[in-house]
């Protein structure tokens, strides 16, 4: 099937009047905030989340997907296609009165998609820098803006507290509203999204980036938030109460991404539609932020280099794909998405500027072979480390995680000699597993009724969830490597959750990949980060973030 172009009449209106189809696919591109590899039903947790895992099983699941560890830097990879070592994003994040942001003299996937005729809404949150207005989404190629410039905030009043400094963060393209106290961010973006698909001109490519706050911790005092009817879900089911709350949380995102596709289909829109759904970073367990994700069985969490902090939930779904519904091994870094859509979207990406990023789209489409040889975790100058993944091979090195060094099994998980055991949540049928949720109606996903015959058709498949199997985990595995001390070197294949550190029997292989963090690292440049400035305290600008330069 034509990626670029392709020419049907949808039935637009209760009329009848039909319109032809934009000739380039519209994009909806779903970031969710903070989710853990052990938080999506389709890698096997005690979580139910239908919607997701619909768009899973019937599109292609990228199982070594990679992320950055923290939010800025991935969604600045995102934008640019670019590694953050490469636009100074490579250190932390950026704090509400820091005065930086995602460098102007980079071109970024909305200004990309205008040259190609997209029109490009972003709903939620932004995180790359406001304090000029040049660095404001509306000012970098999106079109019409909702949300939040910070990183996280509360779900309800919307005011973010960073240190001693509090202020309500909530916009409207360049305008701060200040009557949303009591709705639920969760909703309010998903109303958004649905609203600008509802409106949209069919024959014109849509591209939408939906940033969710959800699961991102909210302010310090009041970490998880969401309404009850969707903590409800899991009670008795989730016995500890964090992680009960935090199930909600990811139930409202999945009822979120329900709501997304049925929006697109009552619009007449999916047939030419390319979905992308991933998180920004593993999940922060172990109490981090007074959050309660999961990222079992995988080592370390969010803002780490082990995998519990860098391989990532990440699916594509699309019938442009072709016939094609299976888990990807193939490496793909969040730096690819950019060449990967603006090549369905029927641009050249060879005229992107200095990418790290590559064209996935063909491979994916074919399930073809390997495309990446090796993905740059990150090289971090201020806090002393780097982790590199290179074939079969992941080295770290230096102040990889700051004492997050474990595996933090959710409260329910039953563990036995070290092995990792789920509990037994995955027999579904059809119908309760592959039907969306929304609003007590019933939504099914899939493109065309070939769509649907194909997932029935692989049962085996659908019915599966993508575990990753640890094997034995050894007496030593929590002191066999100490990165700050010596590179440490695990091969990931057979011991995906880094159990055993092989840097003393393969010396040769520790040498080339410090010889590859050389090459990365010749080409780095320096970080963007600043000083807190006391001039964007919102208490200086009536109580709002809010450029303040």
Same mark, same amino acid.
């Given at each position: 099937?034509?990626?670029?172009?392709?020419?049907?009449?949808?039935?637009?209106?209760?009329?009848?009047?039909?319109?032809?189809?934009?000739?380039?696919?519209?994009?909806?591109?779903?970031?969710?905030?903070?989710?853990?590899?052990?938080?999506?039903?389709?890698?096997?947790?005690?979580?139910?989340?239908?919607?997701?895992?619909?768009?899973?099983?019937?599109?292609?699941?990228? @199982?070594?997907?990679?992320?950055?560890?923290?939010?800025?830097?991935?969604?600045?990879?995102?934008?640019?296609?670019?590694?953050?070592?490469?636009?100074?994003?490579?250190?932390?994040?950026?704090?509400?009165?820091?005065?930086?942001?995602?460098?102007?003299?980079?071109?970024?996937?909305?200004?990309?998609?205008?040259?190609?005729?997209?029109?490009?809404?972003?709903?939620?949150?932004?995180?790359?820098?406001?304090?000029?207005?040049?660095?404001?989404?509306?000012?970098?190629?999106?079109?019409?803006?909702?949300?939040?410039?910070?990183?996280?905030?509360?779900?309800?009043?919307?005011?973010?507290?960073?240190?001693?400094?509090?202020?309500?963060?909530?916009?409207?393209?360049?305008?701060?509203?200040?009557?949303?106290?009591?709705?639920?961010?969760?909703?309010?973006?998903?109303?958004?999204?649905?609203?600008?698909?509802?409106?949209?001109?069919?024959?014109?490519?849509?591209?939408?980036?939906?940033?969710?706050?959800?699961?991102?911790?909210?302010?310090?005092?009041?970490?998880?938030?969401?309404?009850?009817?969707?903590?409800?879900?899991?009670?008795?089911?989730?016995?500890?109460?964090?992680?009960?709350?935090?199930?909600?949380?990811?139930?409202?995102?999945?009822?979120?991404?329900?709501?997304?596709?049925?929006?697109?289909?009552?619009?007449?829109?999916?047939?030419?539609?390319?979905?992308?759904?991933?998180?920004?970073?593993?999940?922060?367990? @172990?109490?981090?932020?007074?959050?309660?994700?999961?990222?079992?069985?995988?080592?370390?969490?969010?803002?780490?280099?082990?995998?519990?902090?860098?391989?990532?939930?990440?699916?594509?779904?699309?019938?442009?794909?072709?016939?094609?519904?299976?888990?990807?091994?193939?490496?793909?870094?969040?730096?690819?998405?950019?060449?990967?859509?603006?090549?369905?979207?029927?641009?050249?990406?060879?005229?992107?500027?200095?990418?790290?990023?590559?064209?996935?789209?063909?491979?994916?489409?074919? @399930?073809?072979?390997?495309?990446?040889?090796?993905?740059?975790?990150?090289?971090?100058?201020?806090?002393?480390?780097?982790?590199?993944?290179?074939?079969?091979?992941?080295?770290?090195?230096?102040?990889?995680?700051?004492?997050?060094?474990?595996?933090?099994?959710?409260?329910?998980?039953?563990?036995?000699?070290?092995?990792?055991?789920?509990?037994?949540?995955?027999?579904?049928?059809?119908?309760?597993?592959?039907?969306?949720?929304?609003?007590?109606?019933?939504?099914?996903?899939?493109?065309?009724?070939?769509?649907?015959?194909?997932?029935?058709?692989?049962?085996?498949?659908?019915?599966?969830?993508?575990?990753?199997?640890?094997?034995?985990?050894?007496?030593?595995?929590?002191?066999?490597?100490?990165?700050?001390?010596?590179?440490?070197?695990?091969?990931?294949?057979?011991?995906?959750?880094?159990?055993?550190?092989?840097?003393?029997? @393969?010396?040769?292989?520790?040498?080339?990949?410090?010889?590859?963090?050389?090459?990365?690292?010749?080409?780095?440049?320096?970080?963007?980060?600043?000083?807190?400035?006391?001039?964007?305290?919102?208490?200086?600008?009536?109580?709002?973030?809010?450029?303040?330069?």
């Amino acid at each position: 099937m034509d990626c670029v172009v392709r020419l049907v009449l949808l039935v637009v209106s209760a009329t009848g009047v039909a319109m032809a189809a934009s000739s380039h696919p519209h994009i909806v591109f779903i970031i969710a905030d903070d989710l853990g590899w052990g938080d999506v039903g389709f890698h096997g947790s005690e979580i139910s989340t239908p919607n997701i895992d619909a768009l899973a099983y019937s599109g292609i699941i990228l @199982n070594k997907y990679y992320v950055s560890p923290i939010c800025s830097p991935t969604r600045s990879a995102i934008m640019t296609g670019r590694h953050p070592i490469h636009t100074g994003m490579q250190v932390g994040v950026i704090g509400g009165s820091t005065p930086y942001g995602l460098p102007l003299n980079e071109t970024i996937m909305p200004q990309h998609l205008e040259t190609l005729g997209y029109r490009r809404h972003i709903v939620g949150k932004w995180h790359l820098g406001f304090f000029t207005e040049a660095y404001l989404p509306t000012r970098r190629g999106f079109e019409s803006f909702l949300g939040y410039y910070t990183g996280h905030e509360d779900y309800f009043d919307h005011e973010a507290n960073e240190g001693s400094m509090y202020g309500l963060d909530f916009h409207r393209n360049e305008d701060t509203l200040w009557d949303v106290n009591g709705n639920f961010s969760t909703d309010m973006y998903t109303a958004e999204a649905e609203r600008i698909i509802k409106d949209h001109d069919p024959s014109e490519p849509l591209f939408l980036y939906l940033a969710q706050q959800s699961v991102h911790a909210g302010n310090g005092v009041d970490p998880l938030q969401v309404p009850q009817k969707y903590t409800e879900r899991f009670t008795p089911k989730i016995k500890d109460v964090k992680r009960r709350i935090f199930a909600g949380m990811v139930s409202a995102l999945d009822d979120s991404v329900g709501r997304v596709v049925a929006a697109l289909r009552d619009a007449g829109l999916t047939d030419n539609t390319i979905i992308v759904f991933t998180t920004d970073n593993g999940g922060p367990t @172990n109490g981090y932020d007074g959050n309660a994700a999961c990222n079992w069985p995988l080592r370390g969490v969010k803002n780490t280099m082990w995998e519990g902090g860098v391989r990532g939930v990440g699916l594509i779904n699309s019938p442009l794909l072709g016939n094609n519904s299976y888990v990807s091994d193939n490496f793909f870094h969040v730096a690819d998405w950019l060449p990967t859509l603006f090549h369905a979207a029927g641009g050249d990406p060879s005229t992107l500027n200095m990418q790290d990023g590559f064209d996935m789209f063909d491979m994916l489409k074919e @399930n073809g072979p390997e495309i990446r040889t090796d993905v740059l975790h990150n090289i971090d100058p201020v806090n002393k480390f780097a982790a590199i993944r290179a074939g079969d091979y992941k080295l770290v090195m230096g102040h990889i995680s700051k004492n997050d060094n474990s595996w933090y099994p959710p409260p329910q998980l039953s563990k036995n000699q070290g092995e990792t055991k789920f509990d037994t949540r995955l027999t579904f049928s059809f119908e309760r597993e592959f039907s969306l949720q929304s609003q007590n109606q019933n939504v099914h996903i899939f493109h065309s009724a070939s769509e649907e015959n194909k997932i029935h058709e692989n049962s085996k498949f659908q019915g599966s969830p993508i575990l990753v199997q640890c094997g034995q985990k050894p007496l030593n595995a929590s002191f066999n490597c100490v990165p700050e001390k010596s590179p440490c070197l695990f091969h990931i294949p057979s011991d995906p959750c880094e159990f055993n550190n092989v840097a003393g029997s @393969n010396p040769d292989i520790v040498q080339q990949l410090l010889k590859r963090l050389d090459q990365y690292r010749s080409t780095m440049v320096a970080p963007n980060n600043k000083p807190n400035d006391p001039n964007g305290d919102p208490a200086k600008h009536g109580g709002e973030w809010r450029p303040w330069k």
